[in-house]
């Protein structure tokens, strides 16, 4: 088939980089492509969370060099990824990609990614920092935290770099060639220090903290075009119009959600009930408003505890059974586990499965109630798990709000969804709404399409 004009989308994730390939006459994805990033790292901190940003970029090269003479098509380029987290790089690291694409050492140039789940800003810390003047709070994890500790705690850091931004912030300034770093309001607003009414960092608020706000970019509104494509690479061709980096909470609900009456559920690594809503309604601590398109907000409650937590469950039996002498492996262990026939207990065990704790309520943990003496199996505990992980969620966002707010419909995305029906059933049971689970287009699909809807002139 002869494509004319393609739209590149790009996802920088927490474990992977994916791109997709969407076609401006169709809007339809025709390519899609996900590599492992393997970039995690021993953090800095015991509490720290880091990323090799070099191991970041090796990965979304083996993207773009993967479809071939058809990247020849792509007229723009849309770039989302993981909020939150942080990098600090000098110019010298951008120019470096065009010399020599990293092949000559790098390290110096870049800091790690300090990524959404570093938990280095603990309780003690964020409670000796000054009061945000947004709706928004700031919690650990959120770039602005992370400057104050990184001041506090490893001032080198800060003193050996002169720009900052999230990991897809780096992308796009790297592909625009760019020294000075660019922000979209969907990656300010997840720093923290943002007042999304009026675009701008609480400058007044930082300065007298002593933070260093010359490292802050500079921000725009979602959907603007921020440069072109420095030179070809990977058949992609020069001057491809590239968008500001956006948030992949923001595309994927871009990608999954047809109409605001609609809401989506989407468990991954971590878990979220999302909703897009006109205006700013009262807040309770569990629920947030971020900037989406088009001057309307994203309503969510965005929980730590998804498909990490069963992973940690999975990684535990599995220990268990190797302590035991006992062989099996980790995909045999998942194939059972989802397949274990459900058992009826006149006294259910009931799982809180909050292994990570709450950005809101960081300091309550997990728990199991009810324990009998028929009831402490694996079928109970699994099934525990994934009904605890919608109850959480159904705390952090009832039925009555989605009511309220004029939801008919829960679109299920994400690939635990996908894959667990009894996640699938626990969200029927908790939300009592229709469910439509959907093998959705992901972050980077949705990149590419608001960046199509953005510009329809460059596609005519």
């Known amino acids: 088939m002869d494509f004319k004009k393609l739209i590149l989308g790009i996802d920088i994730g927490t474990s992977s980089v994916k791109v997709s390939l969407l076609d401006s006459c169709t809007s339809k994805s025709i390519y899609a492509k996900s590599v492992p990033t393997m970039a995690k790292i021993n953090p800095s901190h015991q509490k720290g969370d880091e990323q090799d940003v070099v191991n970041i970029l090796k990965a979304m090269k083996q993207c773009l060099k993967s479809p071939g003479k058809i990247m020849e098509k792509v007229k723009a380029i849309g770039i989302c990824g993981q909020m939150h987290g942080i990098v600090f790089w000098d110019e010298k690291f951008v120019l470096n990609f065009w010399d020599s694409e990293f092949i000559s050492k790098t390290d110096t140039f870049v800091s790690n990614l300090y990524t959404w789940q570093d938990a280095r800003t603990d309780f003690q810390f964020l409670a000796k920092l000054p009061k945000p003047h947004s709706h928004l709070k700031a919690y650990s994890g959120y770039g602005c935290n992370t400057i104050f500790w990184l001041k506090e705690n490893q001032p080198e850091i800060l003193s050996n770099f002169n720009q900052c931004g999230t990991i897809q912030d780096l992308i796009v300034s790297i592909l625009c060639n760019q020294g000075k770093s660019v922000m979209s309001t969907h990656n300010a607003a997840s720093w923290g220090y943002f007042n999304v009414t009026d675009c701008s960092w609480n400058i007044d608020i930082l300065t007298e903290a002593n933070f260093p706000v010359h490292l802050l970019p500079s921000v725009v509104q979602p959907g603007i075009n921020v440069g072109t494509l420095y030179e070809t690479i990977y058949n992609i061709p020069k001057g491809a119009v590239v968008g500001v980096a956006l948030g992949d909470l923001q595309c994927s609900v871009m990608a999954t959600l047809t109409t605001m009456t609609d809401a989506v559920i989407n468990i991954s690594t ?48 599995f220990s268990w059974v190797s302590a035991l002498g006992l062989t099996i492996t980790e995909d045999e262990l998942w194939n059972r586990l989802l397949h274990l026939s459900p058992e009826e207990n006149l006294t259910p065990l009931i799982v809180n499965p909050l292994i990570f704790g709450e950005r809101h309520n960081p300091t309550t943990y997990g728990s199991l109630i009810n324990v009998t003496n028929n009831n402490l199996t694996l079928s109970e505990l699994f099934s525990g798990f994934c009904k605890g992980i919608i109850n959480n969620l159904h705390k952090m966002m009832p039925r009555e709000m989605l009511l309220k707010a004029g939801i008919q419909r829960i679109i299920g995305s994400g690939s635990v969804i996908t894959k667990n029906h009894i996640i699938k059933k626990e969200i029927e049971t908790c939300y009592n709404l229709p469910l439509c689970v959907t093998m959705s287009e992901d972050s980077a699909f949705g990149a590419a399409l608001a960046l199509l809807k953005n510009n329809p002139s460059l596609f005519n």
Do not use: W
């Open 270 to 317: 971590s878990a979220q009930v999302a909703f897009i809503a006109k205006e700013i309604e009262t807040q309770c601590d569990s629920v947030e408003y971020f900037p989406y398109f088009e001057n309307h907000f994203l309503a969510v409650a965005a929980s730590l505890n998804g498909g990490n937590v069963l992973d940690s469950f999975v990684r535990s039996v």
